[in-house]
C-alpha cells in the first residue's frame, strides 16, 4: 500500500519558469492538502481540497494553484517560480480526519535560483 | 489564531533515558492532537493522534497526553534509543476546514 505519492523527489528551477507538483493518494480518502515547510517557520497550509471538485485557499496561497484531476489526485502548480517559494513541499490526505488524522507524502525538495 | 508552541526546540539525551517533548496550544476547541516524527529530509510520519474526548494514547515506548482545558499536550519517550533521533512535531486540529495547525518541532538526539 503506497499511501500518499509525491513527484517529483527534487527540482530545481529558474526564477520565471513554471512546473507542477504532483501527488496521488491511494487510499480512497476524500481531502487532500498541499503544504510547505520552512526553516523557523513550521509547516503551512497552501491550498486543500476537502473533496473531488472542490478547493479552497490555505493560509499562504500567493503564486500557486492547484488541481483535483479526480478523488486520487491533486496537483500543485508554480506559474512563475520565485526564491521566496524555495522550500520543501508536502501532500497529505485525510478521510475521516477527527479520528484517523493525516497521512502525508515524503515531500518535494524545490530549489528556485 | 491557533499557535502550537513546543518546548524545548532542541534535545539531547543518553541512550535509555526517558523523556518528555511538551506541546501547547493557544486555542482549546481543538478536535484533536497529532504527533508526528520526521527524519532529517523525510516526510512526516504519524505516531499518535489523541482525540478530544481522549485523555492519552499508548504505542510501544511512546505515550501522549491531552488536557485541552489547559491546551497541554506531551509525549513521552520510554528508554530511548539512538533510533528515536529525530525532530518530533505536534499538530492540532481545530475548524470546518480540517486544517491542521503545526508546531515548530522538538529535535531530538539520542546519543549512544
Known amino acids: 500500500n503506497a499511501g500518499v505519492t509525491q513527484t517529483p523527489k527534487f527540482q530545481v528551477l529558474k526564477t520565471g519558469q513554471s512546473m507542477t507538483l504532483q501527488c496521488a493518494q491511494d487510499m480512497n480518502h476524500n481531502s487532500m492538502y498541499w503544504y510547505r515547510q520552512d526553516p523557523g517557520m513550521g509547516l503551512r497550509l497552501i491550498y486543500y481540497s476537502a473533496s473531488e471538485g472542490t478547493t479552497d485557499k490555505g493560509e499562504v496561497p500567493n503564486g500557486y494553484n492547484v488541481s483535483r484531476l479526480n478523488k486520487r489526485e491533486f496537483s500543485l502548480r508554480l506559474e512563475s517560480a520565485a526564491p521566496s517559494q524555495t522550500s520543501v513541499y508536502f501532500c497529505?490526505?485525510?478521510?475521516?480526519?477527527?479520528?484517523?488524522?493525516?497521512?502525508f507524502g515524503s515531500g518535494t525538495r524545490l530549489t528556485v535560483v | 489564531k491557533q499557535e502550537v508552541t513546543q518546548i524545548p526546540a532542541a534535545l539531547s539525551v543518553p541512550e535509555g533515558e526517558n523523556l518528555v517533548l511538551n506541546c501547547s496550544f493557544t486555542?482549546?476547541?481543538?478536535?484533536?492532537l497529532q504527533w508526528f516524527r520526521q527524519d532529517p529530509g523525510k516526510g512526516l510520519t504519524s505516531l499518535l493522534l489523541i482525540q478530544s474526548s481522549q485523555r492519552e494514547q499508548t504505542s510501544g515506548r511512546l505515550n501522549a497526553s491531552l488536557d485541552k482545558s489547559s491546551g497541554r499536550s506531551t509525549l513521552y519517550i520510554a528508554a530511548s534509543q539512538p533510533g528515536d533521533s529525530a525532530t518530533y512535531l505536534c499538530?492540532?486540529?481545530?475548524?470546518?476546514?480540517?486544517?491542521?495547525?503545526f508546531g515548530k518541532g522538538t529535535l531530538l538526539t539520542v546519543n549512544p
Open positions: 486555542d482549546s476547541a481543538i478536535y484533536n
Open positions: 499538530a492540532v486540529l481545530k475548524g470546518s476546514n480540517y486544517k491542521l495547525t
Open positions: 497529505a490526505s485525510s478521510e475521516g480526519v477527527q479520528v484517523h488524522g493525516y497521512t
